[in-house]
């Protein structure tokens, strides 16, 4: 909304800063930051009064999760309120692939409230049931991979990037919808499932998500593309400015969900900003890439899978418990040791991430 001051602008003054991505992320960053510390405490006092008991704890869960009683869940109402107002302030209102991420990370944070208000009005945690939640995952991927495919330019539709080896592209076809559908789906699932302990999902989300956004940005101008030998989708810079927002917003979280968590993100934002990750993802034709950056969710989705997989075939599990945080927590460490280690092979992911726009 901002940008359009620009026409104000005789390009010597300071309304001509507003044409620039890096200054309107800056201000997305501060807004973001800002509107968590203005609407946090309120929001959490709502959310307690309303909830009573809070989020419902697992009966089946590590003991230490019992002390967590009370603590009230759709904190993710915070982030994705903050991300909303600040991108539609900053950004480019005209460009595409704006309106495509933010049109998921709605989706799916709708998809996530679902669910977390049916916990917590049962009082158990079963909320909608799983087959609605990927149904309705999967239509809006369905929208957003067709979105970004019929706006991609006509060379890169339906075609899939590999890292690291240059102007190599993989014409997949209509097979293209069904794996970029998967990548945000399952984007979306394995953030749900890594926020499990305070402050655990969050920050990767931030570095994973601060990666995307460097992508994003490099992807979107011709210069760039060029000196690293990559596929240039014009347009995409401007996502720059959707992840800045998702860094302060997600701070301005931060700030209430460090231990002791004083709320949850709950499903309302774990959905909503694993989806954000996945549709950056298919925008910037990094879909693999995401699979690198975004390992630790990987790891988290992968560690269920193979628990139940095993636990069908053998009555055994691989596991003291899934996902594999948890295991970590049977295993006697400390929640913050666990969040910290966890945080660091995040950062270390997103750097191996950021390696492949180079190693060409």
């Not at 991108?87 to 669910?115: E, K, M, P, Q, S």
């Not at 917590?120 to 909608?128: A, E, T, Y």
């Amino acid at each position: 909304m901002l940008y359009w001051l620009t026409l104000l602008s005789d390009g010597g003054d300071v309304f001509n800063l507003f044409r620039y991505i890096t200054f309107r992320a800056g201000g997305a960053f501060l807004t973001a930051l800002v509107f968590g510390f203005i609407f946090g405490p309120p929001l959490i006092l709502t959310l307690r009064r309303r909830q009573g008991k809070g989020q419902p704890i697992r009966a089946d869960g590590p003991e230490t999760h019992f002390a967590k009683a009370g603590t009230p869940t759709m904190g993710g109402l915070l982030i994705v309120g903050a991300l909303m107002t600040s991108t539609l302030l900053w950004a480019r209102l005209d460009n595409a692939y704006v309106w495509l991420v933010l049109f998921v990370t709605l989706g799916f944070a709708l998809i996530g409230f679902a669910d977390d208000y049916a916990k917590v009005s049962k009082g158990n945690h079963k909320g909608v049931p799983g087959k609605v939640r990927l149904g309705l995952g999967f239509a809006i991927a369905l929208v957003a991979t067709l979105w970004a495919s019929w706006h991609h330019p006509a060379e890169l539709q339906w075609q899939l990037a590999l890292p690291v080896f240059k102007n190599v592209l993989i014409d997949m076809g209509i097979f293209f919808i069904p794996f970029a559908m998967i990548v945000i789906v399952g984007a979306a699932n394995a953030v749900n499932l890594t926020d499990g302990l305070d402050g655990l999902a969050i920050m990767p989300v931030m570095i994973a998500s601060g990666t995307l956004g460097i992508i994003a940005y490099t992807v979107g101008r011709t210069d760039f593309t060029e000196y690293l030998g990559l596929h240039y989708v014009p347009g995409t810079g401007e996502l720059l400015i959707f992840v800045a927002g998702l860094a302060g917003g997600g701070l301005g979280f931060l700030w209430y969900n460090a231990p002791p968590a004083a709320v949850f993100m709950g499903d309302t934002g774990s959905l909503a900003l694993g989806g954000a990750l996945g549709a950056i993802a298919v925008a910037t034709k990094h879909e693999l890439v995401l699979g690198i950056v975004g390992g630790l969710f990987v790891a988290e989705a992968l560690s269920v899978i193979v628990q139940v997989l095993y636990f069908k075939r053998t009555g055994k599990r691989v596991f003291l418990m899934a996902p594999i945080h948890h295991h970590y927590e049977k295993k006697g460490w400390a929640e913050p040791t666990i969040v910290i280690r966890f945080w660091i092979i995040a950062l270390i992911l997103a750097l191996i991430g950021l390696a492949t726009l180079k190693l060409r």
